[in-house]
């Protein structure tokens, strides 16, 4: 099993929480627009694989009404706050795609193995607690040939914008993500996997902030 880097903030579920709960009211204003790009080139990728897919971190459902109406969607989250958001918009966009959502955390999934075609996390991963499990969750429900797509900040390496993410890193907690994110944790988790395989790994707008990666299920 890899090892996280030493100095990556460290944050609980309790925080996720905490933060999520605060960002709830204001977080489709905050984060509609310029996240748009990644959740709509998330959903692309990840429903051509099948009907079955699996939206982690659903947070307030923005991208639920990009699914094409013949997908099955499942979404899950931590935050109940979050979700009650999504509920609302589920039930005022008439989104009949979407089976459910409930809380749900992501390093402890209640489905079966392979029970979908795709698992999608956009902006999750820097979020969660734990990358690692959260990612072997993932696979473990991704059924073989099906594949996890991920969009995620992934932090610059040195330079300004890398001192600006270790400051802002040291609020991890409290803002409720890691600003700093290197690849190696995504990228050497894949490598250690030989029943995972590293797909795509593309910028996305705006400026290429967001990182989409595809991770296709072998075996
Ligand atoms: C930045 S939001 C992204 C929401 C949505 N995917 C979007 O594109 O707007 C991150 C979400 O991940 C959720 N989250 C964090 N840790 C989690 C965990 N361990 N299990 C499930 N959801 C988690 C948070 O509650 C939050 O709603």
């Known amino acids: 099993m890899n090892q996280m880097p030493r100095d990556l903030a460290q944050i609980e579920n309790a925080h996720v929480e905490e933060a999520y709960a605060r960002w709830a009211p204001i977080y489709d204003l905050a984060f509609t627009t ?3 790009p990644g959740r709509r080139a998330a959903v692309a990728a990840a429903q051509r694989l099948g009907g079955k897919v699996l939206d982690v971190g659903v947070g307030t459902g923005l991208e639920l009404p990009m699914f094409d109406a013949d997908v099955a969607l499942v979404g899950v989250d931590l935050s109940e706050p979050m979700l009650r958001r999504a509920q609302t918009r589920i039930a005022r966009e008439k989104l009949s795609r979407v089976a459910g959502v409930c809380v749900m955390d992501a390093t402890r999934l209640a489905f079966a193995d392979g029970a979908f075609d795709a ?3 956009p902006f999750v991963l820097t979020v969660v607690p734990d990358p690692h499990a959260t990612l072997a969750e993932l696979a473990r ?3 073989v040939g099906g594949e996890i797509v991920l969009v995620n900040h992934v932090g610059a390496e ?3 914008i890398a001192w600006i993410e270790r400051w802002m890193g040291k609020r991890s907690a409290s803002l409720g993500w890691r600003p ?3 690849w190696e944790i995504l990228g050497d988790w894949i490598v250690s996997r030989q029943d995972l395989k590293l797909v795509e790994r593309r910028k996305i707008a705006p400026l290429g902030l967001f ?3 595809r991770i296709e299920k072998l075996s």
């Open 158 to 160: 040195a330079g300004p």
């Open 34 to 36: 310029v996240m748009a």
């Open 211 to 213: 990182t989409l990666t």
């Open 141 to 143: 429900v991704t059924r």
């Open 180 to 182: 700093e994110f290197p």
């Open 119 to 121: 698992v999608v996390a």
